[in-house]
C-alpha cells in the first residue's frame, strides 16, 4: 500500500533568496493558544508571546539583508512580512527563528512554569507568500493588522463557528 504524499508548502523552483517581500504564517502545534489570548479584537500576549514579539527584531541582527516590515503574535500563530533586500535564504530565516523560539519557550517551560507543548512547539512547516505586486502588499498589510479584530473568525481559532475565506485563496484571485 503507498503511503500518501505529503502537499509540498515551498513554491516549486522558486529561489527564497532573492530580493522580495514574503508573506510568512507560522503556527503553534496542535494550535494551542500559547501566545496568548484576544479580548474585545486586541490582543493580549502571555510571556511566551511577549518573547516572540521580542525575538522579532532580531532577525535583523542575525541576517542584516531581513526586515520584518510588520508583524502580529496571535494565540496560536505570527504573521509577518519579511522584506528580503539580498541573497538570505528565508527558509533559513525561518529555520533559526523557530529554534531561537524553541528554545526560549523550553527554559520558560522549566523555569517560569509556562504551559508545556507536545512534541514541538511550531507546526513542521510554515505558509509562505511572495508577495508580488502593491495590491497584495496592501492587502496582506491590512490582515496582519486587523488579524486580532477577526479572532472570532479566524481559521487558525478552533473555537470559531464562521470561518472566512482563507487568505491565500483571496491572494490568489488578485494575481
Known amino acids: 500500500m503507498e503511503l500518501p504524499q505529503r502537499k509540498r508548502l515551498r513554491w516549486h523552483a522558486f529561489d527564497y533568496s532573492i530580493a522580495a517581500n514574503y508573506f510568512i504564517t507560522l503556527v503553534v502545534h496542535d494550535r494551542l493558544c500559547l501566545l496568548g489570548s ?6 493580549v500576549c502571555s510571556d511566551a508571546g511577549k518573547m516572540i514579539g521580542e525575538v522579532l527584531p532580531s532577525i535583523s541582527e542575525r541576517f542584516p539583508d531581513v526586515t520584518v516590515v510588520q508583524s502580529v503574535v496571535m494565540p496560536n500563530h505570527v504573521h509577518l512580512i519579511l522584506q528580503n533586500r539580498d541573497e538570505t535564504n528565508i527558509t533559513d530565516v525561518m529555520r533559526w527563528f523557530k529554534s531561537v523560539t524553541t528554545n526560549q519557550y523550553i527554559h520558560g517551560v522549566k523555569e517560569m512554569g509556562w504551559p508545556p507543548f507536545r512534541d514541538r512547539l511550531w507546526q513542521r ?29 479566524d481559521l487558525l481559532n478552533e473555537d470559531c463557528e464562521d470561518n472566512p475565506d482563507c487568505v491565500s485563496e483571496t491572494i490568489k484571485k488578485m494575481m
Not at 38 to 43: L, M, P, S, T
Not at 137 to 153: C, G, L, S
Request: proline share 3%; net charge negative; hydrophobic share 30%.
Open 38 to 43: 484576544v479580548v474585545n479584537g486586541e490582543i
Open 125 to 153: 512547516s510554515y505558509y509562505d507568500h511572495v508577495i508580488r505586486n502593491q495590491q497584495i502588499y496592501d492587502y496582506v498589510a491590512n490582515y496582519i493588522y486587523e488579524n486580532p479584530m477577526r479572532w472570532n473568525k
